[in-house]
């Protein structure tokens, strides 16, 4: 194995690599869970008609079970980034891995998390109003339209996250090498489905929930593994 290995007595170490895996097993769970408090399994999508759209935030409440399932996704994308991080500085000390990739594996991931923090603002910000005054149909469209698009630009940051980061387990091994190529082959279908159908745009993203989730798993059942970052 490439990875230089920390003494097994290097406690703080092992514990690091343990958060870091709970933060990957964390994400899609609090990610997924958010959809139920939040309203958003029933939100029209950019092909919703206009009436539809403005009735779904007229019919929306800003409270604090809204609050808390937007704290929830905001909280899962955070801990991705202390996920990908620890991976990120694995890559960066292994000997077939490279500096410039894991600097790029961890800014593709920043970049994708500013745009999944873009389309919660928007969203939020159009439920807020809803329950505050309310907005013409001219601003909950684009509020809608706004958030849509930054969902499409995660979804670009997506696919170049699985190539970076599937690229590297495969070149690395750091985690099995069929994970790797999974994640490339999600990459290549993120984008392909940028161009299809609302329902495969989500079914493509929410593939990279599962390998994230595998990889988290992994680690935290192998700590001695991955303690040399």
Known sequence: MAVSVAPHGDLRSSRGVRIAAVCGILWPLLAIGRLFLTGELDRPDWTGTT????????????????????????????????????????????????????????????????????????????????????????GYLALHGLSYASYGLALV????????????????????????????????????????????WNAASGLPYLWVLIAAVVMLTRPEKYTGA
Request: glycine content about 12%; cysteine-free; aromatic content about 12%.
């Open 51 to 138: 009436s539809n759209i403005v009735a779904f935030y007229e019919s929306s409440t800003f409270d604090a079970v809204f609050l808390a399932g937007v704290g929830m996704v905001a909280l899962a994308y955070l801990l991705l980034l202390v996920f990908v991080s620890k991976v990120s500085a694995l890559v960066e000390i292994d000997k077939e891995g490279a500096p410039w990739l894991a600097k790029s594996i961890l800014a593709v991931a920043v970049v994708g998390v500013g745009f999944t923090m873009g389309y919660l603002a928007t969203f939020t910000a159009a439920v807020f109003w809803a329950s505050h005054g309310g907005l013409g149909v001219d």
């Open 157 to 200: 940051s997506d696919l170049l996250l699985g190539v970076v980061l599937g690229g590297a387990i495969v070149t690395t091994r750091l985690f099995p090498p069929w994970l790797g190529w999974a994640m490339i082959l999600t990459g290549v279908a993120e984008g392909i489905a940028w161009f299809m159908t609302p329902d495969i």
